[in-house]
């Protein structure tokens, strides 16, 4: 090739790819702009509660989420709290965010009030509980205490939360992958080159994905947000990990940077490209989820990868055949230089040492790190993923969770966040009946477009009395939309307690009873909806995830028994992994429980990127059995691979630990099970067990390929 085209290629390559960085760079803190954390975000695509939802706008005047403001004092209100009340609900009334206002609402006993304020559609629901907040705080006299809760006070908590996602997040996690990489190459370029190759990919697949997004076409949240962060940079630099090292191998058999970059690209090309075609392909198995926040990050995490795997095979070689030899000092590799020994006496460190335990106690090595595994893997037995109430979502402070308790202890726990039914409006007064005769419902009202919320009574509470309803609130006739009505029921419990949702399931059952197409949604009905729709996504994906995997693994290895270890080494793995998890959460961090997505994304991450590793050792053993043999090719692939694939699951392991800064449960919970099991599959299943079974295996392990037929000893 010409000698122009050699400099004209790879300097076109990063003029495109500094293009692509600064027209989206400015989007790294645009994203949020189409994000969002409102609960419609999380909704179960196809249950009662989001049916509910999407009809409840046909009965009541359009509005947000409810704010309630929640005042409290021991020993009983004074005459200028109530003042107070007052000012703070009028102030309430003239905020342009805040569409209908409730009158002042006294406890029974005297210690509280509360006032609800649905805010207006088209509220930033944050940014409006912040200046509520605000407001209430400067208007409280000495001794009173004021909280903003509700679904609007979750909903803002939520979002403080998930503040951190543009800059703290991913702050920590380049400072984390740029300490390993220099420790890791100890050189002042290399690391530089490699974390720009991930900042590049990143960069991309946020123009994408925000484009996207603002069209309609995908749905970010701060969890899909979080999680396109941490796996573009992770996935992104353990590709780049692989081309380097396989790019200072050719250096020392070529003598010109264009020959080198060649070699490496035939060497890393494949491995590469089936790593990341292993994880797309695993993420976009979660289109099967029937909750949109998991239909959500199957896409753009597929984006994100493909765009990490573009990076990896065109920037950073690119930028390598720049510097050639230079990237590396000052530990240069030199032309005609020897490689490292991998195998025999005369090799040396650590990977050799590796090599020669699994070479002479293949099978005892493998079946105690199977034990070992096992071992971990019966935490699995106190693991609870069957989801976590609302106020539990938000790790620390929490004035949403605060005003609650507070709120439940003065009032029915589900004021301001009713369950709502939707049934037939000839059958109204029956099915008020129905709602009013199941334990746990304190009242019932029926929505009506001409009156505020909870303002028409319908039925009676157990007690023979209306409730509900705002003391002096105007009543008005029921809205009737296509013959159907919506009645609102108050739970005696927190609308995000376990006895809440034990009140809803039997309220569904006693108002089929009455009306067979009648549905129950609201706050609880939500979150039991997304619990068990999550529970569901799990059965159906984790086996889907496995099938698909081990069909990519089959046909590129060509053998059907390497797979099947494989993939039976990383379930072992990922067993373990969340395993230890459940320990961790119950006994050293006193977790409430997990949410179902909390495995299932687990599961997602770690078999598809432990798989990552499998395949970049496995493909460069099939390189060295074709060579030298079954048992030499799986000695020499350990000791060629064993730096770069520790070094690649430090820095995975070490992104997704990053997740941890972000204090939502969910995210805390998958940042410690992945980065735990990367680190578990890293050090023991790709360095001990996968070897060592394949050792023990011999040349069965590659049936029914060619390999399989060649004499033992080649």
């Known amino acids: 090739m010409p000698r122009s085209l050699r400099i004209a290629i790879p300097a076109l390559v990063i003029l495109v790819w500094l293009v692509v960085a600064s027209v989206g760079g400015p989007f790294f803190g645009r994203i949020s702009e189409v994000s969002t954390n409102d609960q419609t975000s999380f909704l179960p695509a196809s249950a009662d509660a989001t049916a509910v939802q999407d009809r409840s706008s046909a009965f009541r005047d359009a509005s947000g989420a409810p704010a309630i403001v929640v005042l409290e004092r021991d020993g009983g209100l004074t005459s200028a709290d109530n003042a107070a009340a007052d000012r703070i609900a009028e102030a309430l009334g003239d905020r342009d965010d805040v569409d209908q206002v409730s009158p002042v609402i006294p406890s029974r006993d005297g210690d509280a009030v509360e006032v609800v304020a649905t805010l207006t559609a088209s509220a930033e629901t944050g940014d409006a509980v912040a200046a509520i907040r605000a407001d209430v705080d400067d208007a409280l006299p000495t001794g009173l205490r004021g909280y903003v809760t509700g679904p609007a006070g979750f909903t803002a908590d939520l979002t403080e939360a998930f503040a951190g996602i543009d800059g703290l997040l991913l702050g920590v996690a380049l400072l984390a992958v740029l300490v390993i990489l220099i420790v890791v190459y100890r050189s002042p370029l ?21 484009a996207l997004a603002k069209a309609g076409v995908v749905t970010v949240n701060g969890q899909v947000q979080g999680i396109l962060s941490i796996l573009v940079i992770g996935a992104a630099t353990d590709y780049a990990l692989l081309y380097t090292s396989r790019y200072r191998e050719a250096l020392r058999d070529h003598r010109t940077g264009w020959d080198a970059t060649k070699a490496a690209l035939r060497g890393s090309l494949e491995p590469i490209i089936a790593s990341g075609g292993t994880v797309i392909v695993g993420v976009l198995c979660l289109l099967l989820s029937d909750l949109n926040s998991n239909k959500a990050l199957g896409p753009v995490a597929a984006i994100g990868i493909a765009f990490s795997v573009l ?3 065109t920037l950073l070689p690119a930028l390598l055949l720049c510097f050639r030899r230079a990237a590396f000092w000052p530990l240069r590799p030199a032309f005609g230089s020897a490689h490292p020994v991998l195998t025999g006496p005369d090799a040396r460190g650590l990977w050799a040492r590796v090599g020669r335990l699994v070479g002479r106690r293949s099978r005892l090595v493998w079946i105690v790190c199977t034990v070992g595994l096992l071992a971990m893997s019966t935490g699995l037995l106190g693991l609870r993923a069957d989801g976590v109430p609302q106020s539990d979502l938000v790790i620390g402070q929490s004035q949403a969770r605060d005003g609650q308790t507070v709120l439940a202890d003065h009032f029915p726990g589900g004021s301001g966040s009713p369950a709502l039914v939707l049934g037939d409006a000839d059958r109204i007064d029956r099915l008020a009946d129905a709602v009013t005769g199941v334990d746990g419902v304190d009242g019932v009202t029926a929505a009506a477009k001409d009156a505020p919320s909870g303002t028409t009574p319908v039925g009676a509470d157990a007690a023979g009395t209306t409730t509900g309803t705002a003391t002096g609130a105007p009543a008005a006739d029921p809205t009737v939309s296509r013959g159907q009505v919506l009645l609102e029921a108050t739970l005696a419990d927190p609308a995000d307690s376990a006895a809440a949702e034990r009140t809803v399931r039997q309220l569904r059952t006693a108002v089929e009873r009455v009306d067979p197409g009648a549905r129950v949604g609201g706050v609880t009905a939500t979150a039991i909806d997304t619990n068990d729709t999550g529970i569901r996504d799990r059965t159906l994906i984790i086996p889907v995830v496995l099938g698909v995997i081990l069909l990519i693994l089959m046909l590129l290895l060509r053998s059907i028994v390497t797979p099947l270890v494989l993939i039976g080494s990383v379930i072992v793995s990922f067993a373990a992994a969340l395993g ?3 320990l961790v959460f119950d006994h050293l961090f006193h977790f409430p429980g997990a949410d179902p997505s909390v495995p299932l994304f687990s599961f997602v991450f770690l078999v598809a990127l432990g798989v990552d590793y499998n395949i970049f050792l496995m493909t460069r053993v099939r390189e060295e059995t074709l060579r030298h043999g079954p048992r030499e090719g799986v000695l020499r692939g350990l000791g ?15 992104t997704f630990a990053a997740l941890g800064v972000i204090p939502i449960l969910f995210l805390v919970q998958i940042a410690f099970v992945v980065a735990f099991g990367v680190l578990l599959d890293t050090v023991v299943v790709r360095s001990l067990l996968v070897p060592a079974l394949v050792l023990d295996l011999g040349r069965r392990a590659w049936w029914p390929s060619r390999l399989s037929r060649r004499p033992r000893d080649m």
Request: net charge neutral; hydrophobic share 75%; glycine share 10%.
């Open 190 to 210: 290399l690391p530089f080159l490699v974390l720009a190759t991930a900042v590049f990919a990143l960069t991309a697949s946020i123009l994408v994905v925000w």
């Open 311 to 313: 990076a990896a095979l």
């Open 580 to 582: 230890v998890g459940a």
């Open 640 to 654: 060629a691979t064993g730096g770069v694939i520790t070094s690649a699951g430090v820095v995975l392991a070490a």
